[in-house]
């Protein structure tokens, strides 16, 4: 069965620290999606990226970068320099393709950057 | 382009009435899912909808249902409403999908849903 494991319910870090959100999956399917969402206090789910089962390489936008390993089911998301407008709840999400648009969510994990 | 627009953005109702909500997608966008989001079991999937059909279903009662327009907007409609369907309801549309490719779905801001 579809899986996402979010360990950390919630980090709390000093404004400029680096932080690493985990994100732990389970499949058996060999063609499957991997995203991850913001969720600010309004609610709205914001995407950040999406990434499928053969394209391992790591990915880097700005302050942000994606660590994805099939050897340890693992899509790992790190803010560098972490801001207070990074506070939000972080989601990772898996799909299978065979099951289209279904997105099976992690049960999130709480940011609170500190000024 | 616009985003996918949600409404009403709140609402309240009673135990045992029946409630309908909208989504318009983002234009071109032909697909359009539906999301639950509760403190106690976090963010499921209720269905989704392509071409006016329902192509995937989540782990809900008959009393959950939706449906899809020809211009790809969406409505669902809870009937019998319990307190536990306090929450907040999430639509989500994307381009396409198919059986090999999952497209990006982006989500509007929500209709908060609340059962007295």
């Known amino acids: 069965a579809q899986k996402v494991t979010q360990a950390q319910t919630e980090i709390s870090v000093v404004e400029k620290e680096d932080v690493t959100l985990d994100c732990v999956y389970e499949?058996?399917?060999?063609?499957?999606?991997l995203f991850w969402y913001k969720q600010p206090p309004s609610g709205e789910l914001v995407f950040l990226i999406r990434r499928n089962s053969f394209d391992e390489q790591n990915e880097i936008s700005g302050r942000y970068s994606w660590n994805f390993q099939k050897s340890t089911s693992s899509f790992n998301f790190t803010i560098t320099a972490s801001q207070v407008v990074d506070s939000a709840v972080y989601f990772c999400a898996l799909s299978e393709a065979r099951a289209t648009n279904k997105l099976i969510f992690g049960t999130g994990t709480l940011l609170a950057v500190q000024p | 382009k616009a985003g996918v627009t949600q409404t009403p953005r709140y609402l309240i109702k009673t135990r045992g009435q029946q409630v309908t909500l909208s989504c318009s997608p983002i234009s071109g966008h032909r697909s359009v899912s539906w999301y639950q989001q509760t403190p106690g079991q976090g963010l499921q999937f209720l269905f989704e909808y392509f071409s006016e059909t329902q192509r995937n279903k989540g782990n809900f009662p008959g009393r959950f249902s939706g449906r899809q327009f020809s211009n790809s907007r969406s409505e669902m409609n809870v009937s019998t409403l319990e307190l536990g369907d306090s929450a907040l309801y999430l639509c989500a549309s994307s381009l396409v999908g198919s059986k090999t490719r999952t497209d990006t779905q982006y989500f509007g801001p929500g209709t908060r849903l609340t059962v007295l």
């Open positions: 499949t058996r399917d060999t063609t499957y999606y």
